[in-house]
């Protein structure tokens, strides 16, 4: 524990002064809140941890053998007071870390809104309505939809600074994990289940969003940059999407295919480094994506984007279910 804590306050400098922001340097609430529960809770765990690591060399050498002064006891065994302070001690600390985090664990609730009134527990202010990402999971990349706004993005999960993101995620191949350490943190992403994440930046900057659970060959390219901008800048960068080549159902089984970030590009004709964007043709994609797995039937290997027999052509998209039979998939 300590050893880790001590490790990541050497890393802290270092890591601060790139220029994306992690664990350490985060740039919204929610990642704030989680490294200050870090810090503290290591600190509260020194309380139990440091007398031990102090003491045991200071015992050995007080009651060393040549130690003419220490007293020598072979017969004693038993002291209330000590047996006191070392079961007690560490008591108060499971019981108080216990009470104390279980109530972040309840605020900070990844399915949890984020509304003005949780804005004000977690001490910022919010600047607009929600934006809501749908998030697929993909060999090797992670494909960003905004429904409501009509574009979507590949690799490059861009959102304006105050305003609270709603992102629900699935996967279109095996499971995978997605963590912005930046902004949030981790939650895994699974084909035919939809799972939640709320973020909220409040100032601009770029973390990564990372795939953390391996997933084949390209997994170590499967990072997505996570950027925060200002309103007219995000704005600028919505109506340009708007502009860009429709995202549909066709075009997004050929995305699905087991290929990264430049892979895509070469295929689609984008530039070399440059951004992934497409107008949203399909606003129902994630929903139909997820019926894939839920329509009671199994996915035969030539529909599963993960699969090397994966043909794009027979990978239809079956219409999204009714929503009363997405009920508990959770
Ligand atoms: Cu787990």
């Not at 794009?312 to 997405?326: K, N, R, S």
Request: charged letters at 20%; glycine letters at 6%.
């Amino acid at each position: 524990m300590l050893i880790t804590f001590g490790l990541l306050m050497i890393a802290a400098p270092s890591l601060a002064q790139d220029s994306e922001h992690y664990f350490l340097d985060p740039m919204g609430p929610i990642a704030r809140a989680q490294r200050s529960e870090l810090i503290w809770a290591a600190a509260i765990i020194s309380i139990a941890v440091l007398p031990v690591i102090v003491c045991t060399p200071w015992v050995y050498w007080r009651y060393r053998r040549s130690n003419p002064k220490s007293t020598y006891t072979p017969d004693w065994a038993f002291n209330t007071k000590l047996e006191l302070v070392q079961w007690g001690v560490p008591l108060v600390i499971v019981i108080a870390l216990s009470v104390w985090l279980a109530q972040a664990v309840y605020l900070l609730d990844p399915y949890r809104t984020i509304d003005d009134e949780m804005a004000e527990r977690l001490d910022t202010g919010l600047t607009g309505p929600p934006v809501m990402v749908d998030v697929i999971g993909l060999d090797w990349k992670w494909l960003y939809l905004y429904p409501e706004l009509g574009v979507a993005s590949v690799g490059d999960l861009v959102i304006p600074v105050g305003r609270p993101v709603q992102m629900r995620l699935t996967s279109d191949t095996v499971m995978q994990s997605f963590m912005a350490p930046g902004l949030a943190g981790q939650i895994y992403a699974m084909a035919g289940m939809r799972t939640r994440l709320s973020l909220l930046a409040d100032r601009p900057g770029t973390t990564v969003a990372e795939n953390t659970q391996y997933n084949g060959p390209g997994f170590a390219r499967q990072r997505a940059s996570v950027r925060a901008v200002e309103d007219t800048t995000f704005a600028q960068w919505v109506d340009d999407a708007t502009k860009a080549e429709p995202l549909d159902v066709e075009t997004y089984a050929r995305l699905a295919q087991s290929t990264d970030l430049d892979e895509v590009r070469s295929m689609f004709g984008r530039t070399p480094g440059g951004p992934v964007v497409f107008s949203l043709a399909e606003p129902q994609l994630f929903d139909r994506v997820m019926a894939r797995y839920l329509n009671g039937q199994p996915v035969p290997p030539e529909q599963q984007p993960g699969s090397p027999v994966y043909d794009p052509d027979a990978a239809i998209l079956p219409e999204p279910l009714a929503m009363g039979m997405m009920g508990g998939m959770e």
